[in-house]
């Protein structure tokens, strides 16, 4: 099988040939090529070369054309703090006030450079890989954007207590987050995960979720013109995978604190799963004990398809060696083919 | 008479839950009214926001709880300082900063539980660097400096505040915060922080056995 059927087969809720392996390489693609993160994003073709050299490297079963999750904060004209050895992340938060909020519009996809890299990126990876391995794109939810927006602290009380402002920033969002995903899918992308932190019970309890950001995503996803992948980023899942699964997601992100049996036997044949490994833990493995964590990952999770194995907050950090991201891809192929009994 | 082994913590606690300011406000008032004494008020909203650290700990509540639970806490031992005639302590001397980053909830959630717990402190704000936070803790003399972060480039940067504070002749005392350090465990002593502080209440604790003898 290719890495597209594989993981196709797997998301069928079948047993392709082996378990398909996300490692979702972001800015670890500069780490890669040698070349600071700030120029290795300025310019879609080291993105895209990057990209298909980590994929043959470490076996890669997507190509991530994941930039950088600010990269939609610089669209609306916010600042983005770049460092040497890490993601770059949004600067001073550009909403400061709530009456700002009615005068802001979403940013044009076409108008907006850093957007435009990405679909570059994008469009030059599809032209390579074409049907044999699934490009994912990303996209912020509606949802959680508003931390980078505004910081976390004034959005809660935006959420909590100031329902109108709420409801309107979560449609000038919502309008935005349709059109870039649906320009990536344009570009090339196979489906696009859907970055949704806030969702997790980790961070607002689900009653609110379900008042306020499964709304969103219900709205949002139902847009989307291709398959999505909702990603918690870390956070817990369990007590709201049968919701995500009512916003039409196909897959979800869980973390490395959610239990996995319970997660494996409600996702059931419903959604199918992608993680769920410790990417900060990642930079202690050595050979063995990424050998140990793959293997019981694979006895617990893998069983009648329906799992990919990755990272559980869908960014590998550029301190992970690359002999763990190896030795990941490696013990995938010799302990990860089907058929898989649990006890093996 | 009321008593720290009396005090209604767990009706406490469902108030800050349900961001009921009003039944948190009767509750420490109907406190103050019988005996005026600001130990138990303290005992009040930090045992109540204790429970609602654990319980984000064991994944039953959420972060936005903790922090809406700390933010009333704090708002409301402010009104009770005067009322009760004390004041903040404001030894050992104390700051928080957020290092290189803007996302300040966790530095925002430490800092209210802090002054629920009738701490006073020095808040150096958020997205600092390395050496401005040397800076600021050198220029202000302090003993405990509180970091918060989010990722793990910034947290593998304390290593670098803790040196550079040694070289400059301060033996503050830093403890660190934030996701790195939630999902690696080891990490906190791998920078040479003091301790992890793994929510609000907890490094109250820390403070706390630090004021009784080892600072």
Known sequence: MNSMERVMTALSHKEPDRVPVFHLLSHYGAKESGIPIREYFSKPQYVAESQLRMREKYSNDCIYTFFYAAVEIESFGGEVVFIQDGPPNSGEPFIKSLGQIKNITPPKINDSKPLQRVLEATSILKRSVGDEVPIIGTVMSPFSLPIMQMGFEKYLDLLYFRKDEFDLLMKINEEFCVSWANAQLEAGATAICYFDPLASPTIIERSKYLETGHKTAQRTISQIKGATATHLASGISLPVLDDIVATGSAVIGFSGKDDIKAIKKLASGKISLLGNLNGIDMVNWDK????????????????????????????????????????????????????????? | MVTALNLPIEDFEAALLQIDRIRATEIIESIFAKNGNFEMLEHLTMGALERIGLGWEDGRLSLSQVYMSGVICEDLIEQYVPKCQTSYKTKPKMAIAVLQDHHALGKRIVYSVLRAGGYDLFDFGQGLSADEIVEKTINEDIEILLISTLMLPAALKVKNVVENLRKKGSSAKVIVGGAPFRLDEGLWQKVDAYADGKNGTEVTKIIGRLTEGEL
Do not use: C, M
């Open chain 1, 288 to 344: 063995k004990k990424t050998g140990k964590e793959v293997r019981k990952l694979i006895r617990e999770a893998a069983v009648g398809g329906g799992f990919i194995l990755s990272d559980n907050h869908g960014e590998i950090p550029w301190q992970v060696p690359e002999d763990v991201l190896l030795e990941i891809s490696e013990t995938v192929k010799e302990y990860g083919s089907y058929p898989i009994r649990a006890e093996d």
